[in-house]
């Protein structure tokens, strides 16, 4: 699912970080002047593990550095390494793989293992960004972590999505065929999978939320933790029309969760797993307010690949690639404009 970029590998080291093998990519690579670091977070796919994510922190790594070495990187540039570990049940964290797997492949808590899983995700990841240092920059002469982002992929796209809403220190964040709202993505997953709890209703669906196969409790955790949910609750229907927003809750929260953050969202035309469309109605309305209100200062790119499925190819490699590059220029420039 991840892409293969023709770019020489970086060098690679591994440690253990509160009980979690954490791949750091490209330390070797660092100018020995440099005094600050921004640190690219790569959350791999569902079935995948952290090595997936080695290549595309390859080709970001090479070609922010190769702008580092021409000159186009600013004036006083930081370093960049890129971080990957195993989400949990997966990689040398798996404990039972069925739970990994979806409900046509016999996994009856499919729903609550995915959420879960991603959401436990974006929590190792701040735990990790409260620790990395102190293991890889441990001395008085290493450089500072000064900047982190998110790159995400499929389930770590999802994950994505709540690194942004929850921790303020991840400022930019790369959404690769991911989903904004868990509930339209399940409910039309259901749908399509035929469960009874979708199927044995009339209207089809009207009882599916709140089933075994999608729990209240469930609901709750999606309500405080996912985009749609927390940001507009009870505003999307998937099975009918959906109610008018509460704008003036989620320009609040947005403010409070988003403000100066930057977000590249990219998304397959042909993706039947996690189709655009059931992203779409949240992007829609995060678009309209982003255009009326400046003050947000949210960056939003939403960019659809045609001919794309739920897959990660080159052209999306990079076009992530020179995102990330861009938004570690402009935040060289908004340090030195405070200097």
């Not at 989400?87 to 409900?103: K, M, T, Y």
């Not at 995700?121 to 293991?135: F, G, M, N, Q, V």
């Not at 809403?165 to 399940?186: K, N, Q």
């Given at each position: 699912m991840a892409a293969t970029p023709p770019h020489p590998a970086v060098s690679s080291h591994t440690y253990t970080i509160a009980g979690v093998l954490v791949t750091v990519h490209g330390l070797a690579e660092l100018p020995p002047s440099v005094a600050a670091a921004a640190c690219l977070w790569l959350l791999h796919p569902r079935l995948q593990a952290r090595e997936t994510m080695a290549p595309i922190a390859?080709?970001?790594?090479?070609?922010?550095?190769?702008?580092?070495?021409?000159?186009?990187?600013?004036?006083?540039?930081?370093?960049?390494?890129?971080?990957?570990?195993?989400?949990?049940?997966?990689?040398?964290?798996?404990?039972?793989?069925?739970?990994?797997?979806?409900?046509?492949?016999?996994?009856?808590?499919?729903?609550?293992?995915?959420?879960?899983?991603?959401?436990?995700?974006?929590?190792?990841?701040?735990?990790?960004?409260?620790?990395?240092?102190?293991?890889?920059?441990?001395?008085?002469?290493?450089?500072?972590?000064?900047?982190?982002?998110?790159?995400?992929?499929?389930?770590?796209?999802?994950?994505?999505?709540?690194?942004?809403?929850?921790?303020?220190?991840?400022?930019?964040?790369?959404?690769?065929?991911?989903?904004?709202?868990?509930?339209?993505?399940?409910?039309?997953?259901?749908?399509?999978?035929?469960?009874?709890?979708?199927?044995?209703?009339?209207?089809?669906?009207?009882?599916?939320?709140?089933?075994?196969?999608?729990?209240?409790?469930?609901?709750?955790?999606?309500?405080?933790?996912?985009?749609?949910?927390?940001?507009?609750?009870a505003h999307f229907n998937p099975v009918g029309a959906d109610s008018p927003p509460s704008l003036d809750r989620f320009k609040l929260l947005v403010r409070e969760r988003l403000h100066g953050k930057k977000i590249l969202n990219l998304s397959g035309k042909a993706d039947k797993l996690v189709p655009y469309a059931a992203g779409e109605p949240f992007y829609k309305i995060l678009k309209h307010v982003l255009s009326r209100d400046e003050s947000l200062q949210i960056g939003f790119d939403d960019v659809l690949f045609d001919g794309v499925g739920h897959a990660f190819p080159q052209s999306m490699a990079d076009k992530a690639t020179e995102w990330i590059c861009e938004v570690l220029v402009g935040e060289e420039r908004d340090v030195t404009s405070k200097i």
């Open positions: 390859a080709q970001v790594i090479s070609a922010w550095n190769a702008r580092v070495h021409s000159g186009t990187a600013g004036r006083h540039p930081n370093g960049l390494v890129a971080v990957a570990f195993d989400q949990r049940n997966h990689g040398s964290r798996c404990v039972d793989p069925l739970h990994n797997e979806a409900w046509r492949q016999g996994n009856p808590r499919h729903v609550q293992d995915m959420f879960s899983c991603y959401h436990g995700t974006a929590t190792d990841t701040s735990l990790l960004i409260d620790h990395l240092e102190s293991y890889v920059f441990n001395t008085p002469a290493s450089p500072k972590i000064t900047h982190h982002l998110a790159l995400g992929i499929s389930l770590g796209g999802h994950a994505t999505w709540h690194c942004l809403l929850s921790d303020p220190r991840i400022t930019a964040g790369v959404v690769a065929i991911g989903c904004p709202d868990y509930t339209r993505l399940m409910t039309d997953r259901a749908r399509l999978s035929k469960r009874t709890t979708y199927t044995d209703t009339t209207p089809p669906g009207a009882s599916f939320l709140g089933s075994p196969d999608f729990p209240p409790a469930l609901r709750d955790a999606v309500a405080q933790y996912d985009p749609a949910g927390l940001l507009l609750p």
